[in-house]
């Protein structure tokens, strides 16, 4: 039986009181982020599989339930808390605009990261000057300042289709995923940049994947795979959030993981 997401201790997150998945007993640690559209257990469900050889934290970010509710996403505030569970040093792995987190969570304690995964981060910012992230942050933009905020079904499709991203909503929204496009009502994803240059002085180890499917992802991935001189990794034809297609995106991440250890034990 799956374990209902928990709290964190005190001792593992004294400012935050956000909830987690838990999976895994032994091995090194990995902090999985979620993005906009999910939340801990679905967006991380094809890797519990590797709870047999990590121990695995995937918090539930604030204003998705059971962690506490926010009026307003703030990428920075997440960043804290993420750095927070990072304790005395973890893997950290984070999709979508969980990769933005994962990336500022990184910068701000980069002592604490054994390597750092991002799976389609929009940081539009840093894909600047390169014209597909470009039209994409201009269209985030316009469609952000013309979508009525309180239709959340139509809201959610729109954002989708902007993105050229294919994803049937079922009907009536769930609660859960209500909550999920709520909270992406307040987000502004063509400002959500990371701190390149601080990143770019760490020596932990870089992943960065695409699948494919948002051209402007592609030139946000490639700036910063070349900013963070990262192994960039597309896996054609997979979704936006490309750990969900299983095993391919799982071994690559083992392999990086394995990596980011050896070099540490050297």
């Not at 840093?126 to 009525?148: K, V």
């Not at 209500?178 to 701190?195: D, K």
């Not at 910063?224 to 960039?232: V, Y």
């Amino acid at each position: 039986m799956p374990r209902p997401p928990r709290p964190c201790s005190s001792k593992d997150d004294p400012m935050t009181e956000l909830a987690a998945e838990r999976w895994g007993d032994s091995g090194p640690r990995i902090v999985m982020v979620h993005g906009s559209l999910s939340s801990a257990a679905t967006a991380f469900a094809e890797q519990r599989v590797l709870a047999d050889r990590y121990q695995i934290t995937a918090p539930y970010r604030r204003g998705y339930h059971p962690s506490p509710s926010t009026p307003r996403i703030d990428p920075n505030r997440d960043a804290a808390e993420i750095a927070e569970l990072l304790g005395d040093g973890a893997h950290l792995v984070g999709t979508s605009m969980g990769g933005v987190v994962a990336m500022r969570a990184a910068a701000l304690a980069p002592e604490k990261v054994r390597s750092l995964t991002v799976i389609e981060p929009p940081a539009l910012p840093n894909g600047a000057g390169r014209p597909a992230a470009d039209r994409l942050a201009t269209a985030l933009r316009d469609y952000f300042s013309g979508a009525d905020p309180a239709d959340l079904e139509s809201f959610a499709v729109g954002f989708l289709k902007v993105l050229n991203v294919d994803m049937t909503l079922p009907s009536p929204l769930p609660a859960p995923l209500a909550e999920a496009i709520r909270n992406l009502t307040t987000e502004r994803p063509w400002e959500t940049g990371v701190p390149l240059e601080a990143l770019a002085r760490t020596t932990f180890p870089k992943l960065v994947v695409t699948g494919g499917g948002t051209p402007g992802f592609e030139d946000v991935a490639d700036a910063l795979a070349e900013g963070l001189s990262a192994k960039r990794v597309l896996f054609e034809g997979s979704p936006h959030a490309v750990q969900r297609i299983g095993q391919k995106f799982n071994d690559e991440l083992i392999a990086h993981l394995q990596n980011a250890e050896t070099s540490l034990s050297a």
